[in-house]
C-alpha cells in the first residue's frame, strides 16, 4: 500500500470512507459515477496518441492513424448517452489536434530555458519513507507515489501537466487549493532534483461533449448567436457549405460572419493552463498533505479506530454508506472488530 493525493485527500475529508476504500477495500453500495470510467478510457486514449507523436520526428502524427487508438463507436455507448456524445471520433480528434499543439508549445518553452527537453507521459514517481521524512511529523511507513500525465523535463526546469476532465475550466483557486499538482512538484523535485521556483504546473481542461453544428435559421443563413457550441473551424466549414465563396456571407474582416466566427475562437475543446509553483501555497499544502499521512501511519501502529462522519449532505451519496451506517438497510449488519484489523 502507498500515500497518494487522492488517498490523503480522502482521509482528510472522511476517516471512515478511507478505511472503506484504502484499507478494508469494502464494496461499493451503489454504482460508481460515470465521470470515473469517463476518465480513465479518455486518459488512455491521450497517452496513445502522445505515444504516437512521440515516434514521429517531427511530432505529426496523420489522422488516419490516430483512428487506431480511438474507441470504436460501438464501444461505452452508456457514456455517450451519458454524455450526449454521439461520435467517440468526432469527441477525441479535435482534442489530440488541439492537445498537440499546445504539447508543441509546452516542449518549445523548455528548450528555449534549458536547451532540450524530454516528454514523459503517464510517469509513476515515488518518495521512500525515509525520502519524507525531512517532511513529516512521523516516520512514514508507506511511500508516496503519484502518476504524472504529462512532464516536460529540461535540463534545471519542467513543466507538469495534467489531464482534466470537466464541465469547466480550472482557475486560481485550483492553483492555490488543489493539492494534487503541489505533491507532483514535490514528487518532481525529488526525483529529477529541478529546483522548485523553474517548476511550471499546469491543467489542459477538456470538456465533456463535442461541438455542435451551427444553427440554420430559415432564412437560409446560419444563426450568429454567440452562445453555440461551436468551433472556428466547424462554423467557417459550414458558411462554406451554404454560401460557396460569397463575397458578403463570409468569414472575412467585414463579412457578414466574421464577428461570429471571431467570438468563436474563445471556444476550444481543449483549455491550457499553467503558472510557476507559488512556493507559499506549495509549502502549506505540502506540509497539511503530508501531515495526513503522518496521521494515517500513527493510527494504523496505534491501532486507533477510524473516525466516521455524520453529515446527511455528504453521507446520503456516499459508495460506502450502507456499510459505515448498516442501520440504513434491512437487516443490516457490519462487524465492528473489522476496524481494528
Known amino acids: 500500500m502507498s500515500h497518494s ?22 464494496p461499493p453500495c451503489k454504482p ?16 496513445k496518441a502522445g505515444r504516437l507523436r512521440d515516434e514521429t520526428e517531427d511530432g505529426v502524427v496523420g489522422k488516419d492513424v490516430y483512428y487506431n487508438i480511438i474507441p470504436s463507436e460501438v464501444l461505452y455507448p452508456e457514456l455517450k448517452t451519458y454524455f450526449g456524445i454521439s461520435s467517440w471520433e468526432k469527441y477525441f480528434v479535435p ?12 516542449r518549445q518553452d523548455i528548450i528555449e530555458q534549458s536547451g532540450k527537453c524530454e516528454i514523459l507521459r503517464e510517469i509513476k514517481l515515488q518518495m521512500t519513507p525515509a525520502e519524507l521524512l525531512p517532511y513529516c511529523s512521523y516516520f512514514l511507513h508507506e511511500p508516496l507515489v503519484g502518476v504524472v500525465d504529462l512532464l516536460f523535463l529540461g535540463k534545471n526546469c519542467a513543466t507538469i501537466i495534467d489531464y482534466k476532465f470537466s464541465t ?27 529546483p522548485l521556483r523553474n517548476i511550471k504546473i499546469g491543467y489542459i481542461d477538456i470538456p465533456k461533449q463535442e461541438f455542435g453544428q451551427p444553427t440554420l435559421l430559415t432564412n437560409g443563413t446560419l444563426s450568429r448567436a454567440k452562445t453555440q ?8 466549414k459550414a458558411v462554406v457549405a451554404i454560401h ?13 460572419y466574421y464577428d461570429a466566427w471571431c467570438n468563436f475562437a474563445n471556444n476550444k475543446c481543449a483549455y491550457l493552463n499553467t503558472r510557476y509553483l507559488e512556493l507559499d501555497a506549495y509549502e502549506g499544502i505540502v506540509k497539511d498533505i503530508l501531515n495526513a499521512a503522518s496521521m494515517i501511519d500513527y493510527m494504523k501502529d496505534h491501532r486507533m479506530a477510524f473516525l466516521k462522519k455524520y453529515d446527511s449532505y455528504t453521507c446520503k451519496d456516499c459508495e460506502y454508506l450502507t456499510a459505515c451506517k448498516p442501520w440504513l438497510t434491512v437487516g443490516g449488519e457490519w462487524n465492528e472488530q473489522k476496524e481494528l484489523v
Not at 460557396?244 to 457578414?256: H, K, L, Q, T, V
Open 95 to 106: 482534442i489530440i489536434k488541439q492537445i498537440a499543439k499546445y504539447e508543441k508549445e509546452l
Open 5 to 26: 493525493n487522492s488517498s490523503l485527500n480522502c482521509f482528510a475529508s472522511c476517516m471512515a470512507k478511507y478505511e472503506h476504500s484504502y484499507v478494508l477495500h469494502t
Open 244 to 256: 460557396g465563396d460569397d463575397p458578403y456571407y463570409n468569414c472575412e474582416p467585414g463579412g457578414y
Open 32 to 47: 460508481l459515477s460515470p465521470h470515473l470510467p469517463f476518465g480513465t478510457m479518455a486518459h488512455e486514449v491521450l497517452e
Open 168 to 194: 469547466k475550466t480550472k482557475g486560481q483557486d485550483e492553483f492555490d487549493m488543489n493539492s494534487q499538482l503541489q505533491i507532483y512538484a514535490l514528487l518532481v523535485h525529488n526525483t529529477f532534483g529541478i
Open 229 to 236: 457550441n461551436v468551433s472556428q473551424e466547424l462554423y467557417q
